[in-house]
């Protein structure tokens, strides 16, 4: 695989936005071209090379590039945006949006990143070694349809909202979550190793919730199943002792499942 | 002393049409039928001091400047920037805050009106859910339950409860009696004192409360013995009475739309209120603060597609509250440049927010001495539309009323202020 490093070379209060720093983008084009790559700030669309350092070596297909980014990306937005394949890697922080409607490949973010990482993804594999902002995998506003497909992991914590009306995929939390986890879900998966506020599946028409740590509180629209034990989801063993929930009844026609292990989680339990 | 009738209120989103003002040498010496808060608008109480002529901060100092260079100056600062906001837009009519959407394409900027920090999360959750909304005439002649869910009509919107839920109407002819009044509200406030029903459920549970209710209106049992500090059996109660309804109106506030969840209070209650059609006729309305923040929203949703938080950076709208809204803006410290107008800021945003404000060049398009005008930049004053102007203004249900002139004014109304800076700002632009 051929490397593209690009750094950071100016931080600025208006944040940058790099849709086109992507290897759909940069596949076929020299170190040269790749410089010239526009790129947004505010309402002003500048050169990749005003802000980025540009070195490596390209290459003809996405799939033979690798991008690094190779410093503090916090007030950058939008990395990786709709990519297909290839990899990118980001040894820093991150902005808004990393991920946003990615359909392959694979992006691995060092540091923390903010709001909406993929949303609307399709499919592809996003890795979040620290934490996540809010709407991690959401739809975008006013939809109906979260992300539809792919794999997200957050090694840390998470903020408000996750999973909103996901449609499809698997999001793996390794930290705790906020406030209202699978809002709307209508399919897909969303396992939550830690702790989580409430609301967890508020709302949720399908789709299947894991939480393993423990759950402050529950709504009241859901029915209890009883306990379970090693579940199996999507093909996939799970092993551990579980409360069965089904709802959110207050959908009609909801038929979504949220398994809350058995262990600190009995006042939840009518 | 002249007696000038059915103007129509410039404070809230009531918009009542009933005031006459009493007006004296081409001044606003008094009023009748409008309510404290009204009044005092309508004669500048107290205390308000305004501005007669634009001023620019020289060395910390206000200078007198003249239209023509505040103009030039306003243009400059917006089309220099390269993230500008826009914010105010909901004490003014809907002509200027149509230029206002041309001068937000125009330089570029971020335009966003009160909302943002008010009824934002009922515009949210709109769009997911629909709105299934009547006017205030139908509350008045048909209505037999009310509902105010998380709003204090009594000292917000003063004339609202006399005009609409008390008032005799064609099918409820003894006015009160002929309705129930249900208040959902933690505290004990003075319309909750005026309920037949008060359901006062805990801080911050407003979604546990209407995710049980919703359940419990399928048929479904409520999971717990008691939801958000209500008993199961008040619960299941209260769904009964919503469902005996002949016509049901929700009216939702701050309570609901800013309590944990925002939008997603909104977007279940107003799932429910859908639901309850199933039973009776049932319709919500929410209440708006700002007499015309309804109308930004209608003007910026025609215009642009989005109601409100809309970003032209790129050229072409894009919308993300929690991104281009002005608080995001403001605190992530994105924005280089801000133009307010036709509110107030300064007196209602987090310190975070000011201290960006503070920082960079800001426009403050006001009639008044306010907390915003203390930090801004630049301030051109203009008329007040309501009073000085005339103008479109959409009530919170969404019905337009044509607001009068009252009294003449030398100062330039907003729309000539915003047509002159967006005709400067085209020539800018040109010639970059």
Known sequence: MSEIIITPKIQSNVPLEIPNVKPDVFAGKSIDEIKEVEIYQGNEIVKLSEFFEVEGESAETPGEIKIIIDGDASNIKRIGQGMTAGEIIVKGDVSMYVGLDMKGGKIIVEGNAASWAGQTMKGGELEIMGSAGDYVGSSYRGDWRGMSGGFITIHGNVGYEIAEYLSGGKIVVKGNANHMPGIHMNSGVLIIEGNVTSRTGGEMSGGTIIVKGVMDEFLAGFKYLGIERDIQVNGEDIPGVFYKFTGDYAIKGAHGTVYVAVAGNKHIVP | MELVNNVICPFCGTLCDDIICKVENEEIVGTYNACRIGHSKFVHAEGA????????????????????????????????????????????DCASQEVGMELAEEVRAVIDNTASVCHGPSLLAVHDTGYPVCTLGEVKNRADVVVYWGCNPFHAHPRHIARH????????????????????????????????????????????????????????????????????????????????????????????????????????????????????????????????????????????????????????????????????????????????????????????????????????????????????????????????????????????????????????????????????????????
């Open chain 2, 165 to 432: 839920s008390y008032a005799r109407g064609f099918f409820r002819e003894r006015g009160r009696p002929d309705r129930t009044m249900i208040v959902v509200d933690p505290r004990n406030s003075d319309t909750a004192k005026l309920a037949d029903i008060h359901l006062q459920l805990e801080y911050n549970k407003d979604y546990e409360l209407v995710d049980a209710m919703r359940s419990a209106l399928k048929g479904h049992d409520i999971l717990y013995d008691e939801v958000a500090g209500i008993p199961r059996e008040q619960i299941i109660g209260a769904v009964e009475a919503l469902k005996k309804a002949q016509f049901g109106i929700l009216f939702f506030g701050m309570g609901i739309t800013h309590s944990l969840g925002k939008h997603r209070n909104i977007d279940t209650a107003i799932m429910m209120t859908q639901e309850l059609n199933q039973f009776a006729k049932w319709t919500l309305i929410p209440m708006r603060g700002h007499y015309n923040v309804n109308g930004f929203n209608q003007v910026c949703t025609w215009e642009s597609g989005y109601p409100f938080c809309v970003d032209f950076a790129t050229g072409e709208p894009r919308y993300n509250p929690g991104e281009t809204g002005t608080n995001d803006l403001l605190q992530n410290k994105e924005a280089d440049a801000m133009m307010v107008i036709a509110s107030d800021p300064g007196a209602h945003f987090p310190q975070r927010a000011l201290q960006t404000m503070i920082e960079i060049p800001l426009i403050s398009i006001e009639p008044h001495r306010t907390p915003t005008t203390e930090l801004a930049d630049l301030i051109i004053p203009p008329a007040i539309v309501g009073m000085e102007a005339e103008g479109t203004a959409y009530r919170m249900d969404g019905v337009p009323l044509r607001m009068k002139k009252v009294v003449e004014s030398d100062l330039l109304t907003d729309n000539q202020i915003l047509t002159k800076i967006l005709e400067r700002a085209q020539e800018l632009e040109a010639s970059k």
């Open chain 2, 49 to 92: 001091m305004r501005y007669t002529k634009p001023l620019l901060r020289k060395n910390g100092e206000f200078v007198e400047i003249s239209y023509d260079e505040a103009i030039e100056k306003a243009a400059q600062i917006l089309v220099d920037a390269k993230r500008p906001v826009m914010y105010g837009w909901s004490c003014t």
